[in-house]
């Protein structure tokens, strides 16, 4: 099933590698892609959408394809979808029609505040529908009093649809004003990505269909240059709808901007105000970025302009939810950077993300890397040491492969290992919750 709706014009210039793309050039479907993810909070209500109506508006001449969370806010579309389910299998029937009228409610405030009524309208139509689908499936549940894994999947991916449905409108309502010819194309992400299930390492993307499918797709959208995306959702091997699991769509922008070859992927992060880290950044005083040290800890930590791709991973995994090394994974093999950004902050420029850190010019001239000693301290915090010790290690061949063969058994992620050069002992730093 595949919808496109009515969207954000382009201005300002970018520039990428050995290419640079001038404001008001005509924007051909041979020019490279950008790729804007927007998370949740930054769709959450009208307000919020036009921040990021406004953003597209003044992203440089170039090919965009933005990749959407569902609904965010208080309450969250996706939790509220996931609770659905729970609530059917106990038979919560009142609560069940409560929520399904609040999901309604939301998306339809948004639109009344952005889109015309004739526009709007259809699109409230489709959503009212995909509803009607989910009560249907939830009354199946109400009677069996059970579901699988699967029924989870299918339910809790639909916010992602209504999110980039209505987007694509906003975007394409804005082009339409601005008597712009090209148009944003509503792609759902169900019908392109594909994945393979690993119980061990979780959603494999397979990317040559995924691009084969994705290239199908693009031959028939005709005049529309851009694209909107479903993130968090996707399609095994075998045709059932699954995700790629929670906080799924930074993933799926990292995705598409491999399969498309794109020029850079922004993502584009949806707090403002206090500080606290989120998704591998920190953000504080409503700017966005990576920082040299969590601003809740060392007031005096800056953002950091420039990081290379391992730095990025290893000041993520430390900082606990940070840009996840599998998110970055997609850009890397393609050598894509990464643009941490603020939507409430726009004008920042954030950090950037590469696989080395940007050139600078000495005093001779000459161009080099930008050389840092120390690019930023990060910490895990609740985790716990297990040390195992014995003077009957000492000289035993195969004492470590079965220790970490056990932890692996029981799913235990090893963070830290220290052994003694004495083979006395093996130390090692586990999640404390295990």
Not at 222 to 234: D, K
Request: proline share 3%; charged share 20%.
């Amino acid at each position: 099933m595949r919808h496109t709706s009515n969207g954000g014009t382009s201005t300002g210039v970018f520039h990428h590698r050995n290419a640079t793309v001038a404001a008001g050039c005509h924007i051909s479907k041979m020019d490279p892609f950008v790729v804007h993810k927007f998370g949740g909070t930054s769709v959450g209500n009208a307000t919020a959408m036009k921040a990021v109506r406004e953003i597209i508006a003044n992203v440089a001449n170039d090919r965009i394809a933005v990749v959407v969370s569902a609904m965010g806010g208080k309450p969250k579309v996706t939790d509220l979808l996931i609770s659905l389910v729970e609530l059917a299998k106990t038979r919560q029937q009142d609560a069940i029609a409560s929520i399904i009228d609040n999901i309604l409610r939301k998306h339809d405030d948004a639109m009344s505040a952005l889109l015309p009524p004739a526009v709007a309208a259809p699109i409230l139509d489709s959503i009212r529908a995909d509803l009607k689908t989910l009560e249907d499936l939830l009354k199946a549940i109400s009677i069996m009093r059970s579901y699988n894994e699967n029924v989870t999947e299918l339910v809790s991916g639909h916010g992602e649809l209504w999110s980039a449905r209505i987007l694509t409108a906003v975007l394409n309502q804005h082009l339409i004003e601005q008597g712009k010819a090209e148009r944003f194309a509503f792609v759902d992400a169900r019908e392109v990505l594909v994945v393979e299930l690993d119980d061990n390492h979780g959603p494999v993307v397979q990317y040559a269909e995924t691009k084969q499918r994705l290239s199908t797709l693009m031959d028939t959208l005709g005049n529309h240059t851009h694209l909107v995306i479903t993130g968090f959702i996707c399609t095994t091997t075998d045709g059932v709808v699954t995700t790629l699991k929670r906080d799924g769509s930074d993933f799926s922008a990292s995705i598409f901007g491999r399969v498309l070859e794109a020029a850079a992927i922004t993502i584009w992060t949806d707090v403002s105000g206090t500080s606290f880290v989120v998704k591998c950044l920190l953000t504080y005083s409503n700017i966005a970025g990576v920082y040299s040290a969590d601003p809740r800890r060392v007031p005096e930590a800056q953002i950091l302009p420039h990081v290379s791709y391992q730095e990025a991973m290893e000041l993520a995994y430390f900082g606990a939810k940070v840009i996840h090394p599998k998110t970055m994974a997609p850009a890397i093999a393609q050598s894509i950077p990464i643009f941490i950004r603020n939507t409430f902050d726009a004008d920042h420029p954030g950090t950037r993300i590469f696989h080395r850190r940007a050139l600078t010019r000495s005093l001779s001239g000459t161009l080099a890397e930008a050389k840092t000693i120390v690019s930023g301290f990060s910490t895990i915090d609740d985790m716990a040491l297990f040390n195992l010790e014995g003077s009957g290690m000492v000289g035993v061949h195969g004492v470590a492969s079965r220790l970490f063969s056990a932890l692996d058994r029981i799913k235990v992620n090893v963070v830290l290992i220290a052994q003694a050069s004495s083979e006395h002992s093996i130390c090692l730093a586990i999640p404390a919750a295990n």
